[in-house]
């Protein structure tokens, strides 16, 4: 799965892409899209791999993308904005990512720190370049309807569709909002419209700004997550051993990591869950989408497994830590057996009996 972060100039990507995955920070004004693959913290893997001391730990991952800074202050600005834009309509999720922070070495791109007015450019920018795309293809529709060909009927149908979500961006509202139908999504899927993408907001903070909370009404739909992060602070902790990075907290304060705050809300965002798998080789968090079936989840693991599926084995995490160990959770009689239809739950852990 990709995620792409988009910002406009300074408002901290590179530095949260570089804390989010440990690598180095690219350098300041680098024009290419940066990437990283960023492991998805998980409890759980973190207990089971001190419990089965396996030779490999393996979490599951998120690619995210770090899309240099947007600028509109210009039309030469603008048209490169929407070059970039428009390189990463093939991901998955959009993170935009808008600057509340205020610090005296880094150069202002604005005249003041507005975080309000930022996320709305950004959106704004995202409906234009979606309606440039959609007129183009309401054109083209259009003009093929006029043709009896084979397509005829399924070409008035898009372009019916295609209508509705131009008057939606017109007014403004993304065209996830105006999608009802697995039907409709799957009539323009081919054109990877961004404003259909799911979209999170990540509002980069001050050091003292973790408590605050940022909201933004009339801009955002109630279901995009809005996470604060203070990317500066999660740098300095990546680049610490974790003894140092558990002192640092506590001088700071800090609770938990924004780092897991962030990557989990995105994960949760794509629909993703994690089961596990367990042993003495590995201990390993599988990524698949929430309500996938035992039989394709097997088929993560390896396609004999699927074609030769005959049970999943499974038993959970919470039951493991109280019992201590397989064979007491055995006794106990809490492992269970679940067939191809099974839905899998996130943190199920499971062993898989095949035969090929």
Excluded at 3 to 31: D, E, F, H, N, R
Aim: aromatic share 6%; charged share 25%.
């Amino acid at each position: 799965m990709k995620v792409a972060l988009i910002g406009l100039l300074q408002s901290g990507k590179g530095t949260l892409l570089a804390a989010i995955s440990g690598k180095p920070m690219a350098p300041l004004g680098t024009p290419a899209i940066d990437e990283a693959i960023v492991p998805v913290p998980d409890a759980r893997i973190d207990w089971l791999s001190g419990h089965y001391k396996p030779k490999k730990t393996t979490y599951a991952t998120v690619d995210c993308l770090d899309v240099p800074g947007l600028d509109f202050e210009n039309d030469h600005g603008r048209a490169a904005a929407r070059r970039l834009v428009n390189q990463i309509r093939t991901v998955d999720m959009l993170v935009l990512v808008v600057r509340a922070f205020e610090d005296p070495t880094v150069p202002m791109y604005r005249s003041r720190v507005d975080p309000v007015r930022d996320l709305s450019e950004l959106r704004t920018e995202l409906l234009l370049a979606d309606l440039e795309l959609v007129t183009t293809r309401i054109d083209r529709l259009e003009k093929q309807v006029l043709r009896p060909t084979p397509t005829q009927a399924h070409d008035r149908a898009e372009l019916v569709l295609q209508k509705k979500l131009q008057e939606a961006i017109e007014s403004e509202k993304p065209i996830r909002s105006v999608i009802g139908t697995e039907a409709e999504r799957e009539m323009i899927k081919s054109l990877a419209f961004l404003t259909l993408k799911p979209l999170a907001v990540a509002v980069n903070v001050g050091e003292g700004q973790l408590d605050k909370v940022f909201d933004f009404p009339g801009t955002l739909d109630a279901s995009v997550p809005v996470v604060s992060i203070c990317a500066k602070i999660e740098y300095e902790l990546s680049q610490l051993d974790p003894s140092s990075r558990a002192d640092f907290m506590a001088d700071m304060g800090i609770q938990t990591s924004g780092v897991g705050k962030f990557v989990n809300s995105c994960y949760a965002a794509l629909g993703l869950i994690s089961f596990l798998t367990v042993g003495s080789d590995e201990v390993r968090a599988w990524q698949i989408q929430k309500g996938t079936v035992a039989v394709d989840a097997a088929g993560k693991v390896h396609s004999d497994i699927k074609r030769g599926f005959i049970r999943a084995e499974i038993f959970g995490f919470e039951d493991i830590k109280a019992y201590g160990s397989e064979k007491a959770l055995r006794a106990a009689g809490k492992f269970w057996l679940e067939g191809k239809d099974y839905v899998v739950r996130d943190g199920d852990i499971i062993n898989f009996r095949f035969n090929v």
